[in-house]
Each structure stands twice: as C-alpha cells, then as structure tokens.
C-alpha cells in the first residue's frame, strides 16, 4: 500500500493573516516569563539599599508579587538585622513582620506598612548607658535621639527604593507580556508557523 505525504506550508510570523498572528500572540503571551526574569531587578533594588541607606540585603530576601495583593516586601527581621549591624548601640526594633509596599483594599497605589501600624520607634532598645556623669549621660541620650531620628530616615528610604523597585519590576512584566516583547522573541528566535498558527 503506498503512503500519502501531506506537506504543509510553514510562514514567518509576518507572514501570516492577522487574525492568525493574534492567536499566536496570545498563545505564546507567557513565553517570556519563562525564566526568573525579575533576578536582575531585585539585583538592582538590593544595590540601590546598600548604595542609599548602607545596609546590606540581599536580593534573595526581597518578596513581591503582582497578584490581588501587589505587594513587595522584606522580612521584618532581616530589616532589623541589616540596622542591627548598622547601628552598633541598637539592641532590638520591633519590625512588622513583612516590611514593605502593599496595595491598600480601596486602592489608590503603594502604601507604607509604617503607616497606621503598631511600629513606634520609642520601643526601639538601645544599650543603657553606664556613664555616672550626669552631662555624660545627657550626651549619650542625644546621640541616641539622633541614631533613632537616622533609623526613621533609614526606614523611608528603604520603602522608598522598595517602591521604586516594585514600579520597575511592573514595567518589565508588562513589557515581557507585550506584543512587541513577543514578536522580537519570536524573530530572534526564528520561530516558523503553520497557517493556523501552530508552531512548525
């Protein structure tokens, strides 16, 4: 019995008909999210803390995610040991649990967790001072005042590059999902189609 070949026509992606070209837009949507694309980003956020704020944290304990909680965030206790290590007379600092960025229910963007929350730096614990001059004393106090007012400003620049790192991680996701980010994948790719848009 003699076998029928069936041959088929494959195309570039820009030769096919448009409605074709949007399934195959829509059918590889998730192909560039392939991979932990967001290394480089949180490489970037983890610089930008040592760089602003002197403290060091590691690219590995940044959390963010871009589902019904926008968010991203530091483990509380990591925040506290960065400024731990920072501020040698600082013995404790009660951290939320998650430090960061989150979407507020009704809305309206990024907040801080700082804010309307139990964090108060008066419950910051220092080392006590053994000083028994009473003018010894009183300086040390001060250059406590000052080590938590540098803490504060720490805290809002941290949340500030987590916020600026949360836009740029956004960006990036919604290039990668963009028709323009495919097609550049597909043709650096030399991807061939069959008519209907099936991969070749």
């Not at 690219?59 to 483990?75: L, P, T």
């Not at 929350?117 to 300086?139: G, I, N, P, T």
């Not at 504060?152 to 980010?181: A, C, I, P, R, Y």
Request: glycine residues 4%; aromatic residues 12%.
């Amino acid at each position: 019995m003699k076998m029928k070949t069936i041959t088929k026509n494959v195309y570039e992606f820009k030769e096919l008909k448009e409605d074709v070209k949007e399934k195959v837009l829509d059918d590889l949507r998730e192909t560039n999210m392939n991979y932990e694309w967001w290394d480089c980003n949180l490489m970037d956020i983890s610089e930008q803390i040592k760089e602003k704020i002197n403290i060091d944290i590691e690219s590995k304990d940044i959390f963010f995610d871009f589902g019904n909680g926008c968010n991203i965030y530091i483990e509380g206790n990591v925040v506290e040991r960065a400024l731990l290590s920072k501020y040698s007379e600082l013995i404790s600092l009660d951290l939320p649990n998650k430090f960061g960025c989150f979407t507020n229910y009704m809305g309206g963007g990024l907040n801080s967790n700082l804010k309307n929350s139990d964090f108060d730096l008066e419950y910051a614990e220092f080392e006590e001072s053994d000083f028994e001059d009473e003018l010894r004393k009183a300086v040390y106090q001060k250059s406590l005042d000052e080590i938590k007012s540098k803490i504060e400003t720490d805290l809002e620049q941290l949340h500030n590059v987590l916020e600026k790192g949360f836009k740029d991680l956004w960006e990036q996701h919604n290039h990668l999902l963009s028709d323009e980010s495919i097609i550049q994948t597909i043709e650096c790719n030399e991807y061939e189609f069959y008519e209907d848009g099936e991969r070749a």
